[in-house]
């Protein structure tokens, strides 16, 4: 039994002492990548508002639907307008310039500007968002000819 | 066989990490059709001129007689017209039966119009009651252009450092030449002068409008009771013995070519400034008026005048009638 114990106690520590040998692990680095399809269509795709000069105009919150189709990733939704010919979108209705605000449905009024500003900042796939346009005509106007605003929808896989 | 392998490997694993594909449909659009729907609006608020103007005579208003006032909410045009009379009609030129309608808008750069040089002689004192005139054609050195007057400078003396009020006036003038009527535009002006030869500015308020080739008078007279000012002549500088400087000792009430330090061939030195005016004929047929008039308050007026050239000769001694016609049309 002593000689049992010895004979252990030496082959451990001849197993501590043995040099590590290069290469005897190795790793595989798997990225899964969704490569998601994102895919949206707003409809309907025109307004076209009953109010004249220094007068103002909603929709319901649900008049706008926007249709996820196959995305199938989570995505933001940024949001634009442009101006016209002859007005600038404002925050404040006054001579040439409108106000265009887009109120998701069950959310907040967002005024619109020429720029980018995330309206849905988390869409899950199927989930379609609705919402509702409003506008303030300009106080007065230089040209009684009508006017067109392009507002441009733009959805981003979130990161 | 190895190497082959890690090749696919590792372009394999460049593969699995590129960014993940976003495909194309992640835009759209919604058009938004805005109609000003505005109408139209304007009010002009004259309704009525009667010109006193006798056959072969012409008259204007003052500049800013009318307003015309955009009081829509969209920028319009605005057209002018008028129409013939039960005897007369509307021309560019006045004739036998024919009458000439002008509308008249002050222009923005202001210039000399008639004038006698300054000269350092003086004649006597100008005071509240001791007035001075001088008759001129409008036309006679400067243009011969309607013009709207907008202020008088005189030639003047001060014989210490005095402080006063210098009055100016426009005048039509008599057979004479001599100042008659009361003021057709005047203005006055706060000076303080040391001794010596001055130009004094005297602004005038209103607005009147002076026909090219007519003759008027200014006036200069000054808060002064004693002798602290004098005006000054320009010898004959239009070489003519023509009786045309002029003095009041009653305060403008009437007036003399005899007047203390001048004589009959003497001139008043002094300088009439306007605006020049853009005259255009009114016909039977619409013609531009005001373009871009906007509908924005502080813009949205605009000021006109009218002038009328009345027929040379008539048919008819009856009170004839034209009716002037704006009409605005929305860009």
């Known amino acids: 039994m002593k000689k049992l114990i010895i004979g252990l106690v030496v082959l451990a520590m001849v197993s501590l002492s043995l040099p590590v040998s290069a290469g005897n692990t190795d790793t595989i680095t798997v990225t899964l990548s969704p490569q998601a399809t994102i895919d949206i269509s707003v409809s309907p795709n025109s307004w076209t508002p009953t109010a004249s000069l220094n007068h103002s105009d909603n929709t319901t919150t649900t008049y706008f639907t926007i249709d996820t189709l196959d995305t199938d990733v989570n995505i933001s939704i940024d949001v634009k307008a442009s101006d016209t010919d002859a007005w600038t979108i404002g925050d404040t209705a006054s001579h040439n310039v409108f106000v265009l605000g887009i109120t998701p449905d069950g959310g907040s009024k967002t005024n619109l500007t020429t720029s980018d500003q995330t309206i849905w900042d988390d869409v899950s796939p199927g989930n379609d968002p609705q919402f509702g346009l409003n506008v303030d005509m300009p106080t007065t106007s230089s040209t009684n000819q009508n006017q067109q605003v392009t507002i441009t929808f733009t959805a981003s896989a979130l990161a | ?331």
């Open chain 2, 1 to 331: 066989m190895k190497e082959k392998i890690l090749v696919l490997l590792i372009f394999g694993l460049m593969l699995m990490t590129a960014t993940p594909v976003i495909f194309a449909g992640n835009v759209d659009n919604v058009t938004v059709t805005l109609s000003p729907q505005a109408t139209a609006s304007i009010i002009v608020n004259q309704s009525s001129w009667t010109p006193d103007a006798g056959l072969g005579e012409s008259e204007s208003t003052a500049g800013d007689w009318a307003t015309l006032t955009n009081n829509g909410l969209v920028q319009v045009d605005v057209t002018i017209k008028a129409n013939n009379t039960n005897d007369w009609t509307l021309s560019s030129s006045a004739g036998h039966n024919k009458f000439l309608l002008q509308w008249l808008v002050k222009g923005n750069s202001e210039k000399r119009f008639e004038y006698i040089p300054g000269y350092q002689d003086r004649v006597s004192s100008v005071t509240n009651t001791k007035w001075f005139g001088q008759y001129f054609e409008v036309g006679e050195f400067g243009p011969n252009e309607v013009f709207y007057p907008s202020k008088i400078k005189f030639y003047v003396y001060s014989y210490g450092s005095y402080t006063g009020t210098y009055y100016a006036s426009i005048r039509n003038a008599g057979a004479s030449g001599l100042p008659i009527g009361s003021d057709l535009i005047n203005g006055s002006t706060s000076v303080s002068l040391s001794s010596g030869y001055h130009w004094v500015e005297i602004p005038l308020t209103g607005s009147y409008c002076l026909q090219p080739g007519e003759g008027y008078t200014v006036t200069i007279h000054t808060s002064f009771t004693g002798s602290e000012i004098s005006v000054n002549r320009n010898y004959d500088f239009d070489g003519l013995y023509d009786e045309d400087m002029s003095y009041s000792s009653n305060g403008g009430v009437s007036w003399s070519h005899n007047g203390p330090g001048f004589g009959a061939d003497d001139d008043l030195c002094y300088e009439l400034y306007g605006y020049n005016v853009s005259a255009t004929d009114i016909s039977i047929t619409p013609s531009s008026f005001i373009s871009n008039l906007s509908p924005v308050s502080g813009n949205n007026t605009q000021n006109f005048g009218l002038r009328i050239q009345m027929p040379t000769t008539s048919s008819t001694t009856q009170n004839q009638q034209t009716e002037i016609t704006f009409t605005a049309t929305a860009d």
